[in-house]
């Protein structure tokens, strides 16, 4: 494993292993699988890197806290950081290229280049955090230029990070796939985010509401289709918890993050996706669950 902080150098260890030569004495490319992350990996980040390198020939993995997308009076400078851990995790996934740059490595000057998806950001963290998806999109599209990967893997804990960097590879005809990766979640429920570590030990207790919600929707949808219904029961459940204060709690069709009005009004082909965002104390944690809806239910 080589770990890497310019752009140069690991576009030219890439361009060094990325082709094999084959019997007929003309190169094949090997298959490059890339996993962005901002570091302080968790379990959850474990099983990317483990579905890279079952798939991919080079897998390469980013570790930076991209300042872009975070706004005035977030957790930038406190956000959680351990470098040492990331590597041994890195390590131990067999991954072969860990690029970690600074700041001005990947903004060497102000930006004056914002990638922006319409539309598909303008609901949940979209919506509550406004500018965070250009500062994602911003900062995925620079390192999909420079790593060049086939495959890039992110988790569903956020959804609709997933739906809006498909849409701008699809949107800039990049190389890489969207490979997503189901939610990874402890023993009592709670999805893996590396934010957990700010929760203290109540906080904790009442964050476990969230998945316990989710756990609910296959239920409730069974004996009724409207969304607002829904909506409105969830923030019910969740507000049984004491210090839980809700952003947002939302059902939309998947992946265009459109509103319906009930269950049946899913075109062909998308999901149902019931997403929350709920703070606890001064930590702001996501979930959802997508629901696969047949015909029959929809009725």
């Known amino acids: ?46 099983s990317l890197l483990q579905q890279a390198r079952e798939e991919c020939d080079i897998v390469v993995l980013s570790i930076f806290v991209n300042p872009l997308q975070f706004g005035p009076n977030e957790d930038f400078e406190v956000y959680p950081r351990d470098t040492e851990r990331d590597l041994i995790m890195a390590r131990e996934a067999g991954i072969d290229y860990v690029f970690m740059p600074a700041v001005l490595e990947m903004y060497p000057e102000p930006i004056k280049t914002i990638i922006q998806v319409s539309k598909l950001t303008d609901s949940l963290c979209g919506a509550s955090r406004p500018g965070h998806f250009d500062g994602v999109a911003t900062i995925v599209a620079k390192l999909l230029h420079i790593v060049e990967p086939d495959r890039v893997y992110f988790g569903m804990k956020d959804a609709q990070q997933v739906a809006v960097i498909t849409q701008m590879i699809k949107d800039l005809h990049m190389r890489a796939i969207v490979v997503p990766c189901a939610i990874v979640r402890d023993e009592d429920g709670l999805a893996m985010s590396s934010r957990n570590v700010y929760l203290a030990p109540e906080e904790r207790k009442q964050a476990l509401v969230l998945s316990q919600a989710l756990q609910k929707v296959n239920l409730w949808l069974e004996n009724n289709g409207e969304i607002a219904s829904l909506e409105q029961y969830l923030k019910a459940f969740i507000q049984t918890a004491p210090i839980a204060e809700i952003d947002y709690v939302k059902a939309l069709s998947y992946p265009s993050l459109t509103e319906i009005d009930h269950i049946k009004d899913l075109k062909f082909g998308e999901r149902l996706i019931v997403a929350l965002a709920v703070k606890f104390g001064r930590t702001r944690l996501i979930d959802n669950t997508l629901i696969e809806v047949n015909p029959e239910r929809s009725e």
């Open 1 to 46: 494993m080589e770990v890497i902080q310019s752009v140069q150098e690991l576009r030219l260890k890439l361009d060094e292993s990325k082709y094999t030569l084959n019997e007929k004495n003309s190169t094949d490319r090997k298959m490059i699988g890339f996993i962005p992350t901002m570091g302080f990996l968790h379990a959850g980040h474990a």
